[in-house]
């Protein structure tokens, strides 16, 4: 089976500390890619990255950075020196389109 | 914003009636993706359109259907409207088909099922 688990329900931090989310997955394929996903309060699903399984480098994006270990399938997420605009669901997906159930981040001013 | 729309933006019916909410895709996308978003969960995958043709479908009944048009919009549509298909219903579209392309989402139709 295929599935992506994000263990964290709700994360609560307060403005400017660092916050890491985590994803896990699962699939026997050996090519694929992975996804994070921004939804805040308006609904609407926001792009924030998509990683091939062949590129293990990290990735950083002005404030936000990717760490992806094939060995342990994992595709974290971290947000440095977090910004109350930063409050939202975030969605890890696998494939495009098996998501996980999402991390709640609020980030407290 | 990502140029994919969705229409309506809210809808109300009641159980046992039928439902159709359009999507258009971003300009020069010929991929569409159907989710359903219940509260508190992530997306559930329903159905993929590419070049108008279904191209790959989550664990969701028949009574689930869609359509996509030579503009590369689209439709779901859901008969038999139960209590648990109230959800936020959410289109994507994307370039590419089958490859696993960066998939740009609408704001969603909120339906709810009485």
């Known amino acids: 089976a295929q599935k992506v688990t994000q263990a964290q329900t709700e994360i609560s931090v307060v403005e400017k500390e660092d916050v890491t989310l985590d994803c896990v997955y699962e699939?026997?394929?050996?090519?694929?890619?992975l996804f994070w996903y921004k939804q805040p309060p308006s609904g609407e699903l926001v792009f924030l990255i998509r990683?091939?399984?062949?590129?293990?480098q990290n990735e950083i994006s002005g404030r936000y950075s990717w760490n992806f270990q094939k060995s342990t399938s994992s595709f974290n997420f971290t947000i440095t020196a977090s910004q109350v605009v930063d409050s939202a669901v975030y969605f890890c997906?696998?494939?495009?389109?098996?998501f996980g159930t999402g991390t709640r981040l609020k980030v407290l001013a | 914003e990502t140029g994919v729309t969705q229409s309506p933006t809210h809808l109300i019916k009641t159980r046992g009636q039928q439902v159709t909410l359009r999507c258009s895709s971003q300009?020069?996308?010929?991929?569409v993706s159907w989710y359903q978003q219940a509260l508190g969960q992530g997306p559930q995958f329903i159905f993929q359109?590419?070049?108008?043709?279904?191209?790959g479908r989550g664990n969701f009944p028949p009574r689930f259907s869609g359509l996509q048009f030579p503009n590369y919009s689209s439709e779901l549509n859901v008969n038999a409207l139960e209590l648990d298909d109230s959800a936020l219903y959410l289109c994507?579209?994307?370039?590419?088909?089958?490859?696993?392309?960066?998939?740009?989402f609408g704001p969603g139709t909120r339906l709810l099922v009485l």
């Open positions: 994507a579209s994307s370039l590419g088909g089958p490859i696993q392309e960066t998939q740009y």
């Open positions: 699939t026997r394929d050996t090519t694929y890619y």
């Open positions: 990683r091939n399984s062949f590129d293990e």
């Open positions: 997906a696998l494939k495009g389109h098996i």
């Open positions: 300009s020069g996308h010929n991929t």
């Open positions: 359109y590419y070049r108008e043709e279904e191209n």
